[in-house]
DNA sequence: TTGATTGCAAAGCATTTGCATGCTA
DNA sequence: TAGCATGCAAATGCTTTGCAATCAA
C-alpha cells in the first residue's frame, strides 16, 4: 500500500517476462509473493515473507517462498544481503541506484547509504585487474551515533567478553 | 614455515595477552590451533583448520577448532568472511593492513586487494552519519580476467538458469 | 582446589530436496 | 496432456550446546 500500481506492473512485467524466458511457469503462489515482497520496505528473511503471505493465503508453503525468493534473484529482482546473524535477507533491487549498508552492533539499526565516489573508485579497482564486476556488497559494522559512547555500547558484558554481532529484530532502516 | 619465528610469538603474546585479560586460559589445543592457523595463507574454514590441526594432533576435536577460531576472532587476530558458498572463512586480521575481496563466480579465484581512497571514503561516509565504523567488508563478485568473455561465463547452463555463486575448491589468491 | 576447557554426542537452525499431487500452458 | 510447481516431511550441512571428564592456574 501506499504504492502506485504502476509500481507493481512494472516489475510484475519483469518478473513474467522472465519466466517466460527461462521456460518457467506463472503461478498463483508466485504472483502473491512478489507483491506481498515489493510491499515490504526493507529487508526480510524468507521467513518472515512467509508470515506475510500467510495472512493473505495461508495454504503457500515456506519451501515455496524460499524457491520463489531465489528465483526472484536470479530474475534480476531481489539480493540477498547479510548483516551477521546468520541470516539471509532479500531486498528489492532497483536496477538504477543501488545502496551499501552500515549496521549497528549494538542496537541492530541499519543504514543505507550511497556513495557514487566508492561506486566510481570500485569499478576503477576492479578494471585494474581485469574483472568485471557484476555486483557487489559493502558493509560496516560498528556503533550508530545513538550507540556509540552510550551505555549500551559494552552493557554489562565481563571485559573481552565476546562482541558477537546480533541483529535485533526490531530493526530500523534509515535511508 | 618460511615465517620468521618472531612473527608467531607476536601473535602468540597477542593472544596469550587477550587470554589473560578475559580470565580465559591458555592450553595446549588453543596453541597448535593458533599456530596452525597462521600458518594457512589466505582463508580457511573451521573444518579445514581441523583436518590440519588432527594431522599434528589427531586427539583434538572439531568443536574445539570453532571455539578457538570464534575466540581468535574475539581476540583481534582473525577474522570471519563469507564468498557466498555459505560457509564462513577465517583470515588473519593485520591491525595494520586491511583488504577486500573480488570473487570470481565462474572459477572461484579470490583476489585480495586493497584501496586506500575507498577506505577513506567509507570513513567520510560513517562520519557523515555519526557512525563509528568498528570494521568492514567489501566483496565484488563478477569474472576475472581468465572467465571473463571465456566460454566459462555462461557454460552449458539453459538460458536464465540460476547463476549462483560457488566458490570452487581450488581456489587461489592473488595478492 | 576450582572453575575453565575439552571432546563427544546430541541438538539447533536455516535451507534444500524427494516425492506424490496439483496446475499452468 | 506434459511437465513444471507445490507442499509436506525428511534430509542436509554448518554450527552450537549439554555434559562428564580433564586440565591449567
Chains 1, 2 share one sequence.
Not at 509500481?7 to 503461478?27: C, K, M, P, V
Not at 573481552?160 to 554481532?165: D, F, I, K, L, N
Amino acid at each position: 500500500m501506499g504504492r502506485k500500481a504502476k509500481d507493481f506492473d512494472e516489475e510484475q512485467i519483469l518478473f513474467e517476462n522472465y519466466l517466460r524466458s527461462a521456460g518457467l511457469r506463472r503461478t498463483e503462489q508466485r504472483d502473491l509473493i512478489l507483491r506481498t515482497f515489493l510491499d515490504v520496505g526493507d529487508h526480510i528473511t524468507s521467513e518472515d515473507l512467509y508470515r506475510l503471505v500467510s495472512e493473505k493465503d495461508p495454504t503457500v508453503g515456506l519451501t515455496t517462498v524460499y524457491r520463489t525468493l531465489k528465483l526472484l534473484t536470479t530474475a534480476g529482482l531481489a539480493q540477498e544481503v547479510r548483516f551477521g546473524d546468520n541470516k539471509t535477507y532479500y531486498e528489492k533491487l532497483h536496477s538504477d541506484e543501488h545502496h551499501d549498508h552500515m549496521i549497528c552492533t549494538s542496537c541492530g539499526l541499519v543504514i543505507e547509504f550511497y556513495s557514487p565516489d566508492i561506486e566510481a573508485l570500485q569499478d576503477e579497482m576492479a578494471a585494474s585487474f581485469g574483472f568485471e564486476a557484476t555486483h557487489h556488497s559493502l558493509r560496516l559494522w560498528g556503533y550508530c551515533a545513538k550507540c556509540k559512547g552510550s551505555a549500551g555500547k559494552l552493557t554489562n558484558a565481563p571485559p573481552g567478553a565476546e562482541p558477537r554481532v546480533r541483529v535485533k529484530s526490531g530493526r530500523t532502516v534509515v535511508r
